[in-house]
């Protein structure tokens, strides 16, 4: 059932007790979002916790309470709200036990590839999902702490690529505006998550764009990190978030990719695109998803053999 921000408040707000879910290997959005509605909720009198499958990155302790990011799941909730998440797969090693349990179950997201997985569901194709939590803080009573709208902020700020993708509307800037007024230090999300980094990410980072591949007359660019890398380098792989975005602005190039070995012969791939091609449809051809100008998905094979699939796949796809 799909319902609107008002109706899902109403819901939430009747609850005693709930477990906010969030994507494996959880990116800024997923962190605020989930840690964000944890404290609008907690206000409203419904005792929460936050369950993801992944430990949290170290890029995100600047934020407060991390500790709590990955607290055992309480089976005795009343509801599981998952945040951020397409499906059910996304929630990694949770997502059968989010699909089995017998729980009234919320589904709070904002790509378009989501399945409308839960009982109650709010999809809306915007930024963010904190974009969406802060819409809905407006029913819950609205965001009255310094803490809560810096981890919106987080969000909105992440997903945007510091708000400069052409996911950004009015509504994004609106959305911004009013978590600065309540206190969220923009100065601090900005640093932490697009300028500071450890000598290791720095040593990846170069030695990963030394490598950039390209194809289709320099129309798609293709970068790789693969286990060796960060070995070699020291650098963990929640460090690569952000790598793809420096080989889409190359000149020319339409559509990059970035292929993170995760197993052997496992990628996790993450795609972009200026405008010229769908990279939800290049996604959905291997069982993932996002957004049009931004998806991911899992591809097995050798790293070569991931990538030539990838290039005939985005070849196919890219508008003249």
Do not use: W
């Not at 070699?232 to 929640?238: K, L, N």
């Amino acid at each position: 059932m799909n319902l609107t921000l008002a109706e899902i408040a109403e819901k939430l707000k009747r609850l005693k007790s709930a477990v906010i879910f969030c994507h494996m290997r959880p990116d800024g959005d997923a962190v605020g979002a989930a840690m964000g509605l944890k404290r609008l909720l907690g206000r409203c009198g419904v005792a929460c916790s936050v369950a993801c499958e992944s430990v949290i990155p170290e890029k995100f302790r600047f934020l407060p309470d991390m500790d709590a990011f990955s607290a055992p799941v309480d089976m005795d909730a009343e509801a599981f709200i998952a945040v951020d998440s397409s499906d059910e797969n996304r929630l990694g090693k949770y997502g059968d036990l989010f699909a089995k349990a017998k729980k009234v179950k919320f589904n709070i997201d904002h790509h378009i590839s989501n399945t409308r997985f839960a009982d109650y569901n709010h999809v809306d194709d915007v930024s963010a999902s904190c974009e969406i939590v802060t819409c809905l803080a407006e029913h819950l009573g609205g965001v009255n702490d310094a803490v809560t709208a810096t981890f919106l902020m987080t969000g909105l700020s992440s997903d945007t690529g510091n708000f400069a993708h052409k996911n950004v509307t009015a509504d994004t800037f609106r959305a911004a505006a009013y978590l600065a007024e309540r206190g969220a230090d923009i100065n601090l999300v900005q640093y932490n998550m697009f300028k500071k980094q450890t000598k290791e990410r720095a040593r990846l980072f170069g030695e990963t764009m030394s490598k950039i591949r390209y194809f289709a007359e320099g129309k798609i660019a293709v970068i790789a990190v693969t286990k060796g890398d960060l070995e070699r380098t020291g650098a963990t792989s929640d460090m690569t978030e952000g790598f793809i975005d420096f080989p889409l602005g190359v000149d020319g190039v339409e559509v990059a990719a970035c292929l993170l070995e995760t197993a052997q012969k496992k990628f996790k791939i993450s795609l972009r695109s200026k405008g010229k091609a769908n990279v939800n449809e290049i996604a959905a051809v291997y069982g993932g998803g996002g957004h049009i100008l931004a998806s991911g998905c899992m591809i097995g094979g050798e790293l070569e053999e991931a990538v030539d699939k990838l290039r005939y796949t985005i070849v196919q796809h890219l508008a003249d």
